[in-house]
T-cell receptor, first 113, second 117 residues
Framework: KAGVTQTPRYLIKTRGQQVTLSCSPISGHRSVSWYQQTPGQGLQFLFEYFSETQRNKGNFPGRFSGRQFSNSRSEMNVSTLELGDSALYLC????????????FGEGSRLTVL | AQSVTQLGSHVSVSEGALVLLRCNYSSSVPPYLFWYVQYPNQGLQLLLKYTSAATLVKGINGFEAEFKKSETSFHLTKPSAHMSDAAEYFCAVSVDAGGTSYGKLTFGQGTILTVHP
């Protein structure tokens, strides 16, 4: 069974640009969550999607958004990038009734210059 | 609201020695507790989880953790460290909010485990 796939793995952007990250969950997993990982703040929850609906949202500004498609694939977008947005963005998928048992992708490492 | 505190950002052990990584949690309702491991340049992998069944939980790679409600702790142990255990370990907490928070975990700051030959 293929794991969670995130693209791109690495990207470099400049301040003010926007970026879109993609996540393909494990087949059969309908919940997708996104996390931001930085050395200073650690792992922080961004949002969770289930059946194309945002079910939970973390404490991030509106520049961070996401969506989920009918095939459960998800994208997240960050607009008007700031230097502090440099981070590893992790996507995780899970079964509907499996609280906390998340399967993570390898992440997309974003560098903002 | 829930929170997690991992005591010690770095732990160093010799190969074959006991591994003990400490985690304390705070939660206003019965929690679900997890330990995840992250190897360099990889995502996180679930080691084990506590979901109100047995208080001693066994996970993969010989790890286990004990839920102690009185101490609000969920420490991770392994009797004998192996070089391949070197990684960063994260304790996490979640709560069952009526099925609305499955993917939302609160993580600790992580503990980097170094294993010396």
């Amino acid at each position: 069974k293929a794991g969670v796939t995130q693209t791109p793995r690495y990207l470099i952007k400049t301040r003010g640009q926007q970026v879109t990250l993609s996540c393909s969950p494990i087949s059969g997993h309908r919940s997708v969550s996104w996390y931001q990982q930085t050395p200073g703040q650690g792992l922080q929850f961004l949002f969770e999607y289930f059946s194309e609906t945002q079910r939970n949202k973390g404490n991030f500004p509106g520049r961070f958004s996401g969506r989920q498609f009918s095939n459960s694939r998800s994208e997240m977008n960050v607009s008007t990038l700031e230097l502090g947005d440099s981070a590893l963005y992790l996507c995780a998928s899970s079964l509907v009734d499996s609280t906390g048992e998340l399967f993570f992708g390898e992440g997309s490492r974003l560098t903002v210059l | 609201a829930q929170s997690v505190t991992q005591l010690g950002s770095h732990v160093s052990v010799s190969e074959g020695a006991l591994v003990l990584l400490r985690c304390n949690y705070s939660s206003s309702v019965p929690p679900y507790l997890f330990w995840y491991v992250q190897y360099p340049n990889q995502g996180l992998q679930l080691l084990l989880k506590y979901t109100s069944a047995a208080t001693l939980v066994k996970g993969i790679n010989g790890f286990e953790a004990e839920f102690k409600k009185s101490e609000t702790s969920f420490h991770l142990t392994k009797p004998s460290a192996h070089m391949s255990d070197a990684a960063e370990y994260f304790c996490a907490v979640s709560v069952d909010a009526g099925g609305t928070s499955y993917g939302k975990l609160t993580f600790g700051q992580g503990t980097i485990l170094t294993v010396h030959p």
